[in-house]
């Protein structure tokens, strides 16, 4: 089955660092991508990044580009989000997902149950 698994997320100040946590099914690291979204209370899924394997290549959306990194470990099947110098903006429940192309307009074909990230005094 296509299993996803968030984990990292916490109560942080502005100007401090996360790293976030995807583990994948053997189901799901045989889709072509992995993605990052995320969704605050009353708005829409916000695409942050995805990243592809074999080679691994990446995409950021713009409101984070410079700020966060993703990355991937084959061994672990593990898809990490590096999320840097956080702004209050950025506060949201973050999901890994699976697509077909690694793109912002891509959909997302399933997810976890999302992990918290809260970045405010």
């Known amino acids: 089955q296509v299993q996803l698994a968030e984990s990292g997320g916490a109560l942080v100040q502005p100007g401090e660092s996360l790293r976030l946590s995807c583990t994948a099914s053997a189901f799901a690291w045989d889709y072509h991508a992995i993605a990052w979204f995320r969704q605050a209370p009353g708005k829409e899924r916000e695409f942050v990044a995805c990243i592809t394997g074999s080679p691994a290549t990446t995409k950021l959306a713009d409101s984070v580009r410079g700020r966060f990194a993703i990355s991937r470990d084959n061994r672990k099947k593990t898809i990490y989000l590096q999320m840097n110098t956080l702004e209050p903006e950025d506060t949201a429940r973050y999901y890994c997902?699976?697509?077909?192309?690694?793109?912002?307009?891509?959909?997302?074909?399933?997810w976890g149950q999302g992990t918290q990230v809260t970045v405010g005094s």
């Open positions: 997902a699976t697509q077909n192309i690694c793109a912002d307009y891509a959909p997302f074909l399933s």
